[in-house]
T-cell receptor, first 117, second 114 residues
Framework: DSGVTQTPKHLITATGQRVTLRCSPRSGDLSVYWYQQSLDQGLQFLIQYYNGEERAKGNILERFSAQQFPDLHSELNLSSLELGDSALYFC????????????????FGEGSRLTVL | GENVEQHPSTLSVQEGDSAVIKCTYSDSASNYFPWYKQELGKRPQLIIDIRSNVGEKKDQRIAVTLNKTAKHFSLHITETQPEDSAVYFCAAKSNTGTASKLTFGTGTRLQVTL
């Protein structure tokens, strides 16, 4: 158990719909990352939040958005879903020491498997 | 931005043989290079990492080497076992203040056969 919790584990929906994926980071971790992993593909970085603020953005579509709340949990919102959005969405968290070196290690959740029909 | 290339995409070795996976990165400012193992249907998990001030690191049957000049790093698994079968991802991390980004390679599917 990595300490990172993601819900739901599985989600099946139709094209054009909107879904929200939720992530609770490890206790004490301020930084949250979202990754998309399509079938037999690598891990595509979507977005990073640090203590409620967006810090880095990757190949995230405009139909997707995310936020990190004051309690540090994060949500990834996917709208106008297309078949190609079917994937495993991972959330990860890490410790970030302000003013010091980053610990580096990412702790991944079990992922949310999204199927768009 | 950072670009990480990983080879080979698939690798099949016999039990007991060694396996080597290679990665190159583009951002010379990258300073942290982890390797993650992902078993089928599971989350990626860190198996070993190396920082830019170190050339080599070993942990039992696993070792990682880093060549900063050439901007490449490699994972070496010796005496492979069936449980080593998984997808392995290399990654490179660059930092700007508290902003950070971990860019992953495309993965290597390692199959250890009996």
């Amino acid at each position: 158990d990595s300490g990172v919790t993601q819900t739901p584990k599985h989600l099946i929906t139709a094209t054009g719909q909107r879904v929200t994926l939720r992530c609770s980071p490890r206790s004490g971790d301020l930084s949250v990352y979202w990754y998309q992993q399509s079938l037999d593909q690598g891990l595509q970085f979507l977005i990073q939040y640090y203590n409620g603020e967006e810090r880095a953005k990757g190949n995230i579509l405009e139909r997707f958005s995310a936020q990190q709340f004051p309690d540090l949990h994060s949500e990834l919102n996917l709208s106008s879903l297309e078949l190609g959005d079917s994937a495993l969405y991972f959330c990860a968290s890490s410790v970030v020491l302000a003013g010091g070196p980053l610990s580096g290690e990412l702790f991944f959740g079990e992922g949310s498997r999204l199927t768009v029909l | 931005g950072e670009n990480v290339e990983q080879h080979p995409s698939t690798l099949s070795v016999q039990e007991g043989d060694s396996a080597v996976i290679k990665c190159t990165y583009s951002d010379s400012a990258s300073n942290y290079f982890p390797w993650y193992k992902q078993e089928l249907g599971k989350r990626p998990q860190l198996i070993i990492d190396i920082r830019s001030n170190v050339g080599e690191k070993k942990d039992q049957r696993i070792a990682v080497t880093l060549n900063k000049t050439a901007k490449h790093f490699s994972l070496h698994i010796t005496e492979t076992q069936p449980e080593d079968s998984a997808v392995y991802f290399c990654a490179a991390k660059s930092n700007t203040g508290t902003a950070s980004k971990l860019t992953f390679g495309t993965g290597t599917r390692l199959q250890v056969t009996l």
